[in-house]
């Protein structure tokens, strides 16, 4: 079987090797410190960087902690191995603590980096991601690097056919393909949504990661069967209804990734008074790139939206960007997209690169407690200015309601 390339994030430089005489321990609080021989004293700060660090995450898959009764000293103990430690087996990926301004955050990645040099080190054996789209493009290769690295993945796709070849491909490379499901989703309807939520809470009752990563683009006029403009639909009111549902999994240890795109930029969506017949126009009314570039700023003013909403239960809820014109399925409903996209693609990000972004979002431990942010090349990046408008983060949340509420009487699933 092939696999992922193990390879040291290029971002990890040399200040965090240690000078000669200095030893990483840990306290019971999983706090670092740093142990100076040469000077017998100890300090709670790295002596290059200067930045205090933590462990965090449960312990890896198999390992064991135990008090040693002859010592007092707390002992690790991999069953799988048949070892005894003194040294937490996390040491080597503790983090920087969060600090208090998330621009003070070092930037460990970067525009070059994979989705398997994010998730390097990290032991995802027993998180679960909901992830929809997963079965092409970047959110298949958001889906095969999580579950690469031991995290159950659920499908949220419409199509069974592409999805179980999706699974199949990631069975092929690596065991963890087992671990991975599919959950009928079609986002043009909004009673497969809540079906799809349904299926979902009977297999897991709580889910770490819910990256809402379904999208379509350049699409002619079409409408979905809840007869709303697909693209609105599909990108965004789908997608908002599926968080709602699905909020009962979501606590402290959660992430909501909202994939969006730099195309936010380009709306032209105003920002007071918005309407169904504007987010969801009519024929006459329609262009396909416009209606893209508007739901992808509905998903960042979503993100935000979210994020404040779901603050007090400690969800962390981000949006980004996760590269230029990446060559992948989305362009395939016009042939000139099909072409330009084509043209381009020895000058953009390979599917891995694409993915990073997302997983760094759903999975990076300097973000616990980052929320209402948007990311672009693994750090964060500056929204255009009408995402920041907080009146326009709540008009929208309230007109969804009321498409959503509209839609849901008419076909009988409140």
Same mark, same amino acid.
């Given at each position: 079987m092939s696999r992922p390339p193990m390879m040291q994030p290029d971002s990890d430089s040399e200040d965090e090797v240690l000078p000669p005489g200095f030893e990483e321990r840990t306290d019971e609080d999983g706090n670092v410190f740093y142990l100076n021989h040469q000077e017998k004293k100890t300090q709670w700060i790295h002596p290059r960087t200067g930045k205090a660090k933590k462990i965090q995450g449960e312990l890896p898959f198999g390992w064991e902690k135990e008090r040693e009764e002859s010592t007092g000293q707390t002992i690790y103990i991999d069953r799988k191995n048949n070892r005894r430690t003194y040294i937490d087996p996390r040491l080597a990926f503790a983090v920087e603590n969060t600090p208090k301004n998330v621009s003070d955050i070092r930037q460990r990645f970067d525009a070059n980096s994979t989705a398997f040099q994010v998730l390097h080190g990290q032991d995802l054996n027993g998180k679960v991601a909901v992830i929809t789209g997963a079965n092409t493009g970047i959110g298949f290769e958001t889906a095969r690097s999580l579950a690469f690295f031991g995290c159950q993945v659920l499908f949220a796709c419409r199509s069974q056919s592409k999805t179980e070849e999706a699974i199949e491909k990631i069975r092929n490379e690596r065991d963890s393909g087992g671990r991975c499901s599919f959950i009928p989703c079609d986002l043009g309807s909004m009673r497969s949504v809540k079906q799809a939520a349904e299926l979902i809470k009977k297999e897991v009752n709580h889910i770490d990661m819910l990256i809402l990563n379904a999208a379509v683009f350049a699409l002619p006029y079409t409408q979905t069967e809840d007869q709303l403009e697909t693209t609105f639909q599909v990108c965004h009111l789908a997608h908002f209804y599926l968080c709602k549902l699905l909020e009962d999994c979501l606590d402290q240890n959660s992430r909501v990734v909202v994939v969006s795109s730099e195309s936010h930029r380009f709306s032209w969506l105003p920002p007071s008074d918005l309407s169904e017949q504007i987010l969801s126009p009519p024929a006459k009314n329609y262009? @396909?790139?416009?209606?893209?570039?508007?739901?992808?700023?509905?998903?960042?003013? #979503?993100? !935000?939206?979210?994020? /404040?909403? $779901?603050?007090?239960?400690?969800?962390?809820?981000?949006?980004?960007?996760?590269?230029?014109?990446?060559?992948? @399925?989305?362009?395939?409903?016009?042939?000139?997209?099909?072409?330009?996209?084509? #043209?381009? !693609?020895?000058?953009? /990000?390979? $599917?891995?690169?694409?993915?990073?972004?997302?997983?760094?979002?759903?999975?990076?431990?300097e973000l616990c407690g980052v929320s209402g942010q948007y990311f672009n090349n693994c750090f964060f990046c500056e929204p255009s200015q009408l995402s920041r408008n907080n009146e326009m983060v709540d008009n929208l949340w309230e007109t969804s309601e009321q498409i959503l509420d509209r839609i849901l009487q008419e076909k009988g699933l409140k």
């Open positions: 262009y @396909s790139m416009i209606a893209y570039n508007n739901a992808k700023l509905c998903n960042v003013l #979503f993100a !935000r939206g979210l994020a /404040k909403k $779901l603050c007090e239960k400690g969800v962390c809820v981000n949006a980004l960007h996760p590269g230029n014109m990446v060559s992948s @399925s989305i362009s395939r409903n016009w042939w000139f997209y099909r072409f330009l996209f084509a #043209f381009v !693609r020895p000058f953009t /990000k390979s $599917l891995q690169q694409a993915a990073s972004t997302t997983i760094y979002v759903a999975t990076a431990n």
